[in-house]
């Protein structure tokens, strides 16, 4: 007798391919298996929970969506809000608070891998088969073909959707070479490159690596951003240098750093006017951290420290050369991919019916501060409404 029960396949054990699973297991007429490459499920977004699991952002809808360059993942973000992903959590049982920048993340104590527990405990209850070890290296309509080692696994689907991830970290899985899949499919890829990256710079001391600049301004190509920013061995780091990965991938080389953000450069001139004292002196009255002061000196020549008016204008607009982004593999997300063209709002490839790409597998861009993952959530669980209206 045939049986009744439709399959979906999901290849890819991410945040995305896990929330489509999460959702198509509450139509008990699906039979849902989830299968990943690597040995374990979930690395980077057990990554991305070092230093902090930031699983949303508390924004409104309206500027929440506003991060996001494409209108597909916009969309997916209003039907699957940061106010979904807060009752998902709370619906596996992890409750949540909001940080003072508006990050949402699990309750303190709750580890990163407590929520993974929690996720993966609810989809075994709801029937959802994980497999791990098994990476999908073909499929034709009706059937993924799996390799676990020397074997391979021909799985017949309903639905397939895939979930591969971007190409770094290539430790927890999100390798990219999934790309040769769709090799003779017809369908478009873009380039990875990466986003949300650190920023290598030219003639760069080292010894400056270590420090932070807090409340600290960076703009690049008039775009500016603001908060706390890392000083390496190499360059910068952190969340307002990452938001601007963009603009280095479109060939800017040069940035410019405010160490007083909060002063107007007259305000500075009159403070400077009144103050009695040594240029460091002045530097640690106005509470430039020494970090700043350091980098300071060390990028300005001797006669800009000693001149007052290129003094203070350093404070205010210190520029630096950039050579480049840091590797690809080290990015916090990577852009490229499935072409965004290649599919509908529904997630659904245009071209293969009942084939769905999710998540950072795909052409999108967005700043962290828990937006990557929130897009991820998004497109799985919109994929899934797609196949649950069928
Ligand atoms: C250091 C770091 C910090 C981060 N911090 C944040 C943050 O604070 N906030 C935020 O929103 N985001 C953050 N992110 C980004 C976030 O983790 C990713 O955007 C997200 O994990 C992508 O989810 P995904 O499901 O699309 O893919 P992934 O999480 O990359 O999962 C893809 C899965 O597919 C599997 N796979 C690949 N190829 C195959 C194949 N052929 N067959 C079967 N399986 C395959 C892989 O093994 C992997 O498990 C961070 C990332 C990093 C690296």
């Known amino acids: 007798m045939e049986n009744p029960m439709k399959k979906v396949v999901i290849a890819g ?36 929970g070092h230093g902090g699991f930031n699983l949303t952002n508390a924004e409104t809808t309206d500027t929440f969506i506003e991060k996001y360059n494409h209108p597909f993942i916009k969309d997916a973000v ?33 580890k990163p891998i ?10 075994e209850q709801q029937r959802v088969g994980i497999l791990t070890g098994h990476q999908l290296i073909d ?8 390799q676990n080692g020397e074997t391979t696994l021909n ?20 390798t990219g070479e999934w790309t040769s899949l769709f090799t003779g499919k017809g369908i478009q890829l873009v380039p990875f490159q990466a986003s949300n990256a650190g920023i290598v710079l030219s003639d760069w001391n080292p010894e400056l690596g270590g420090g932070v600049l807090k409340n600290t301004g960076i703009s690049i190509d008039g775009e500016y951003k603001f908060g706390e920013i890392e000083l390496t061995d190499y360059g910068l780091e952190g969340a307002p240098v990452y938001a601007l990965s963009k603009k280095v991938r479109e060939g800017a080389t040069e940035l410019v750093l405010n160490l007083k953000p909060v002063w107007t ?3 500075l001139v009159e403070k400077y006017a009144a103050f009695k ?21 060390n990028c300005l020549s001797r006669e800009d420290f000693t001149d007052d008016a290129r003094f203070l204008r350093a404070i205010h607009y210190l520029v630096l050369s950039m050579e480049s982004l840091r590797p690809l593999d080290e990015a916090i997300s990577t852009v490229g991919g499935i072409s965004m063209d290649e599919i509908t ?22 700043p962290t501060g828990g937006y990557l993952l929130q897009a991820c959530f998004a497109s799985g669980y919109v994929a899934a409404q797609s196949v649950l209206n069928q």
Not at 86 to 104: A, N, Y
Not at 115 to 121: D, E, F, Q
Not at 277 to 297: C, E
Request: charged share 20%; proline share 3%; with cysteine.
């Open 277 to 297: 004292g040594s240029k460091t002196d002045f530097l640690n009255a106005i509470k430039v951290v020494k970090p700043a002061v350091k980098l300071l000196k």
């Open 139 to 146: 499929f034709n309509g009706k059937e993924a073909v799996f």
């Open 155 to 174: 799985v017949a689907y309903d639905y397939l959707i895939l979930a591969f991830g971007g190409a770094s970290w290539k430790k927890t899985g999100s």
């Open 78 to 110: 209003r039907a699957f809000s940061n106010e979904a992903t807060i009752r998902w959590l709370s619906e596996i049982g992890v409750e949540t608070f909001v940080g003072s920048s508006g990050k949402v993340f699990p309750e303190k104590g709750i």
């Open 265 to 267: 450069s007259q305000q």
């Open 345 to 366: 709002p529904s997630f659904e490839l245009n071209n293969y019916k009942n084939h769905y790409c999710i998540g950072e597998m795909l052409d999108w861009d967005a």
């Open 114 to 123: 407590q929520v993974l527990t929690k996720w993966t405990s609810y989809l």
């Open 13 to 48: 054990a991410g945040p995305a391919g896990l929330m489509a699973a999460h959702f198509l297991s509450k139509n008990k007429g699906l039979q849902v298996d989830v299968f990943d490459a690597n040995k374990a499920i979930a690395r980077k977004f057990l990554v991305a």
